[in-house]
């Protein structure tokens, strides 16, 4: 099963208006990161939150993480067509002797003119 | 500088054809993966390499074997394909198995069994 859901699956907003979306994950983690895939592409590392951490900003992107309700949220301000793409979470597990990435199953977000 | 590289691209295969997917990146990066990526499922881990010599198990490894040839290259085969493993599959790379480092990923291979 996977270790991170995301809310909603999918989100339709006009330009210009903020995207949020969340994630809720089972397990203790050190961290929780958030990756974007435009459509035909890998996966892109947007930003990273410490467990430590209740807020971190990067440019139009603020995460926050509620340790306590194992749930993170991705907000986009001001939204741009260019930000049309899927977004997952991803959180660190311990698989044998090594940290894996383990994803969740994304939220198609889409950006109308 | 490229990143991560896979090849091909796209591929179709007949039932019971084997294919090897190629991965390479030039980042030095100790740790690679690879992950299948089906609709509503998200990213699920085949195989996983911790470093060059090494390599391990991940979530759905059935019917997939690895090899990390180098410190650059983790190849992924199917031995005999099956119409289960229509999917696309992405190879990624870390710098190590540290907690704090994100994953750099190729453009997927999208891969189709008839």
């Known amino acids: 099963s996977q270790q991170g859901e995301e809310d909603p699956q999918a989100l339709s907003i006009q330009e210009g208006e903020n995207a949020t979306m969340n994630c809720s994950y089972k397990t203790s983690i050190n961290n929780l990161q958030w990756y974007r895939q435009n459509s035909g592409r890998g996966l892109v590392h947007l930003i990273l939150?410490?467990?430590?951490?209740r807020e971190k900003h990067s440019g139009r992107l603020r995460v926050t993480l509620d340790t306590s309700k194992k749930s993170s949220s991705l907000l986009i301000t001001a939204s741009r067509a260019a930000d049309t793409a899927s977004y997952f979470c991803a959180t660190v597990v311990w698989y044998s002797s090594a940290s894996k990435i383990i994803f969740g199953s994304g939220t198609r977000l889409s950006i109308r003119p | 500088n490229a990143g991560v590289t896979q090849t091909p691209k796209f591929q179709v295969l007949k039932t019971g054809q084997s294919m090897t997917l190629q991965c390479a990146q030039d980042?030095?990066?100790?740790?690679m993966y690879w992950y299948r990526q089906d609709p509503g499922m998200g990213l699920r881990l085949i195989y996983y390499s911790a470093s060059e010599g090494t390599t391990d198990k991940g979530e759905v490894p059935n019917g997939y074997n690895v090899s990390r040839l180098n410190k650059r290259e983790f190849s992924l085969r199917l031995e005999s394909a099956a119409p289960s493993q229509t999917s696309v599959y992405f190879c990624?790379?870390?710098?190590?198995?540290?907690?704090?480092?994100?994953?750099?990923f190729g453009d997927g291979t999208r891969l189709s069994i008839l």
């Open positions: 990624a790379s870390r710098e190590g198995t540290g907690n704090n480092q994100p994953q750099h």
């Open positions: 939150i410490r467990s430590n951490e």
């Open positions: 980042m030095n990066h100790n740790s």
